[in-house]
């Protein structure tokens, strides 16, 4: 086997690679920015358990956070908006994930394919 044959197949199997990644992206739903946390929260009023025993503290409250203009900005979420949020923000995340493996099987692909180039312009 020489070195076209050998290089079209490591493109077929990066070709196959990246059409399995791109389909994964194509059932992913809804997607959205920043993050979604919960919080135990201490009130300050005297004599509330929360400000001495961690386990008493208030909550969760669950808040989604973002980053506006450099500024993180917060806001607290109710049950159903932190279930799809908390489901949308996973997507995005799933969406940077696949996203990193597609640049790095890009690189991988760019050399191959430099070199199929160099060789053909070699004649």
């Known amino acids: 086997m020489d070195h076209n044959d050998k290089d079209a197949q490591i493109l077929d199997q990066y070709k196959s690679q990246h059409k399995g ?12 920015g920043g993050s979604v946390q919960s919080q135990r929260t201490k009130c300050g009023k005297p004599g509330c358990a929360c400000s001495q025993d961690p386990q008493a503290r208030h909550g969760p ?9 450099g500024r993180t900005v ?3 979420l109710h049950p159903p908006e932190a279930e799809i949020l908390t489901e949308w923000v ?10 990193e493996e597609m640049k790095k099987l890009s690189q991988k692909a760019y050399k ?4 199929v180039r160099l060789r053909e312009m070699k004649g």
């Open 74 to 76: 917060a806001r607290l």
């Open 112 to 115: 191959v394919m430099l070199r």
């Open 21 to 32: 990644l791109a389909a994964r992206l194509g059932h992913i739903g809804f997607i959205w």
């Open 61 to 69: 409250y669950v808040y989604w956070t973002s980053k506006k203009k």
């Open 90 to 99: 996973g997507n995005r995340r799933e969406v940077d994930r696949i996203l």
